[in-house]
């Protein structure tokens, strides 16, 4: 038996790497053929999302919605960071939000939101204002005192960029499936937040969500993105992989509850500390409702 699943462990990493190494590296003859496939090795590989399956709600013993924060200047969330600057780097190395944003502009991820509930759908233009920030400078506030025309050189343009990304938010559901006796997780949302875009050259600007995704309807663009495997960039991992396998550090900030969904600084304010430790109980909450089910 364990001979069996040795086997089968070499075989999966064999066609996994097959499927996610950077394509005819070895094989070019020339640097426009490495990273193109064919239709056929398209079709061979069948490489999709794995779809969620079907949860009815009468299976559903116990449910708790969260919300948490990915803090990006941790080690272990570098993979949804780097990298930054893709000036000098291959087209298939990019990060999460230039991910999000690429498939945005293209349409390929047709509804953004403006909260986590996903009440109010908007549209890139409708979130520019908090991409980008032109202003004029005084010298072209002088050209156009004068009744002149402004010049290029005299608007000053910013654009957030992924440098500038310093966290992601995600909502998600733990439940308790009584038909698989399991606890699980769904994650549901995601936002990039980054400082106001108006006031981001101060010290301490104040920090805001970009927009907020609905996770499922990005979950094949996330697939057909990749991010590097410093373990072995031979496979790297798809940030559907490593959001949906939670691959990533993150405390919980909110949790649902009688108070309207009060996040927790609003009950513990200016403590760092003890908002930490909150966020532990609430995750300590969650994980004994699993281990309670087999107390006898």
């Excluded at 950077?22 to 003859?29: P, W, Y």
């Excluded at 939101?113 to 072209?140: H, M, N, P, W």
């Excluded at 969500?209 to 991992?237: C, G, T, Y």
């Excluded at 109980?281 to 004994?288: A, E, G, M, P, S």
């Amino acid at each position: 038996m364990n001979c069996k699943s040795f086997l089968l462990a070499i075989i999966t990493v064999f066609s996994a790497t097959s499927m996610f190494a950077q394509a005819n590296i070895l094989n070019a003859k020339s640097p426009d053929e490495i990273g193109v496939r064919t239709e056929a090795q398209k079709a061979i590989d069948n490489d999709t999302a794995l779809p969620y399956g079907y949860v009815d709600d009468r299976d559903i013993l116990f449910s708790k919605m969260t919300w948490e924060n990915i803090v990006l200047d941790e080690r272990a969330n570098f993979p949804l960071y780097y990298p930054v600057d893709t000036n000098n780097i291959g087209s298939d190395r990019r990060s999460l939000y230039d991910v999000l944003m690429k498939n945005i502009k293209n349409g390929k991820i047709e509804r953004i939101y403006d909260d986590s509930y996903f009440t109010t759908q908007r549209t890139l233009k409708d979130i520019e204002a908090a991409l980008v920030k032109i202003d004029t400078t005084e010298l072209g506030i002088e050209q156009l005192n004068a009744g002149e025309e402004l010049s290029a050189e005299y608007i000053n343009r910013r654009d957030i960029t992924a440098a500038d990304i310093t966290q992601y938010r995600i909502k998600g559901l733990w439940y308790f499936d009584k038909r698989q006796s399991e606890m699980k997780y769904r994650l549901l949302g995601i936002a990039p937040v980054a400082p106001d875009v108006n006031f981001i050259d101060e010290e301490e600007p104040d920090l805001v969500e970009l927009f907020w995704v609905f996770f499922p309807d990005a979950r094949a663009v996330l697939h057909e993105a990749k991010s590097f495997n410093n373990e072995n960039s031979a496979i790297p991992f798809s940030f559907d992989h490593i959001l949906n396998s939670r691959r990533f550090h993150g405390y919980i900030y909110q949790e649902e509850n009688v108070q309207g969904d009060r996040k927790v600084n609003e009950y513990i304010a200016q403590n760092a500390l003890m908002q930490l430790l909150e966020s532990d109980r609430i995750k300590t909450k969650i994980r004994d409702f699993e281990l309670d089910m087999w107390t006898y």
